[in-house]
């Protein structure tokens, strides 16, 4: 992997960390068992005080009381592209005073301690949904059947990863729907007893229209589960539904957060498929720039919606594409960082030819949740619009 980051960071020890959010959630734990958080920085710091038992500061208090420590700048992708900007502007230099969280945990790790760190995956336990969201990005009204994993799979995946990874900051578990998973609370429990200590978060994403039985919130309780609850009800009425769930959650006192969907970018593909051209393919990589990454049938996606267009038949899988565990050598394993940070051949995935992406370079905006189909919305469970 390339080396981007000075020389002393090699003896860190004191961080200062910029923002809050979800990123910031999923990796903490990991930053502070292993360095001093001397504060964090982020706009909150208007507001309150303190975050995670961390004093909080606004971004102009913090850097004023900076006296030299590193910054870990706790978002990806475009946010972290404006927050650079910023801390340019007041005269800090990239990858010598801050860096992405992202980088620091996958090259600092491997570089220093021979630990192969990751910040987050997202791995697809059922294809079946609730919904068939138009513009879904993971393709599901394209799914002639929908595939579900069988829990003796997900299990033996699960181990192949961390034969590999040493610590995972966030694993979020999605589909589809994933409340459809018949065996979620058992594989919940998987994660618990086995893996708990080595992943800083486990988070469901659910669409809120299914609501789990009284088994699956002591699972999703006992496993110290965040549930992450996209809300589409702008386009499809649960209202009364999504409600009920946040109600159920935090009775058992699951952490829940709710996002109301308004727009989303148009991937085109696979009905309307971009055309970019292949020298322009590397910089549509990085405007992109997922801050998470795929896994699935034992393979790391840089992109997850690449795997999700080669299981519909519309997309067939080149071999930067992914990282393969199965045929991974040991003394190899760095591949996976170096995967995960964008070092692909040529610079990008084969799909970055022919879709869209989340990225600013795509202007194209659709309804977030707008239905496939007008009339009804139906499954196997019964709801409908």
């Known amino acids: 992997m390339e080396n981007r980051l000075t020389p002393d960071w090699e003896d860190v020890r004191h961080v200062i960390l910029y923002g809050c959010g979800n990123v910031a959630q999923a990796c903490l734990s990991k930053i502070q068992r292993d360095f001093s958080v001397d504060y964090i920085m982020d706009k909150m710091g208007e507001q309150q005080d303190s975050w995670k038992g961390h004093q909080l500061l606004a971004p102009e208090s913090g850097l004023a009381r900076r006296t030299g420590q590193k910054i870990l700048v706790m978002t990806g992708g475009r946010v972290y592209q404006e927050i650079a900007a910023s801390l340019i502007v007041a005269g800090l230099k990239e990858y010598r005073d801050f860096c992405a969280i ?6 600092w790790y491997w570089t220093y301690r021979q ?22 990005n993971m393709f599901v009204p394209y799914y002639s059947n929908p595939v579900t994993f069988p829990l003796r799979q997900l299990k033996e995946e699960i181990k192949l990863l961390f034969q590999y990874v040493d610590y995972l900051g966030c ?50 309780a006992a496993a110290d589960t965040w549930v992450s609850i996209s809300d ?11 409600k009920e769930l946040q109600s159920l959650l935090n009775e058992k006192a699951i952490q829940t957060t709710v996002t109301r969907m308004k727009e989303w970018r148009d991937f ?78 040529g610079g990008f995935v084969g799909l970055c030819q022919i879709c869209g992406g989340c990225g600013q370079d795509n202007d194209k905006l659709v309804p977030a949740g707008r239905q496939a189909r007008k009339n009804a919305v139906s499954s196997p469970h019964g709801i409908t619009r």
């Open 232 to 242: 589409y009800t702008q386009e499809v009425p649960y209202e009364k539904r999504l």
């Open 115 to 136: 630990e192969n760190v990751l910040m987050e995956l997202h791995m697809a336990l059922t294809m079946q949904c609730t919904l068939k969201c138009a513009n879904c």
């Open 102 to 107: 992202e980088y620091f945990l996958t090259w």
């Open 268 to 345: 085109g593909f696979p009905e309307k498929p971009f055309q970019f051209a292949t020298e322009a393919c590397e910089a549509h990589r990085i405007a992109c720039s997922p801050i998470f990454h795929g896994y699935n049938e034992g393979k790391i996606f840089y992109c997850h919606v690449v795997w999700s267009a080669a299981n519909i038949g519309r997309y067939r899988l080149q071999a930067r594409d992914c990282v393969d565990l199965h045929t991974l050598k040991r003394e190899d394993r760095h591949e996976i960082a170096c995967h995960c940070l964008g070092e692909l051949a």
């Open 171 to 220: 694993l979020t578990l999605l589909g589809g729907e994933p409340f459809l998973y018949e065996n979620l609370a058992e594989f919940l429990e998987v994660l618990k007893t086995s893996y708990r200590n080595r992943i800083g978060v486990i988070k469901i994403i659910t669409n809120g229209t299914l609501l789990p039985d009284e088994r699956l919130l002591t699972f999703l």
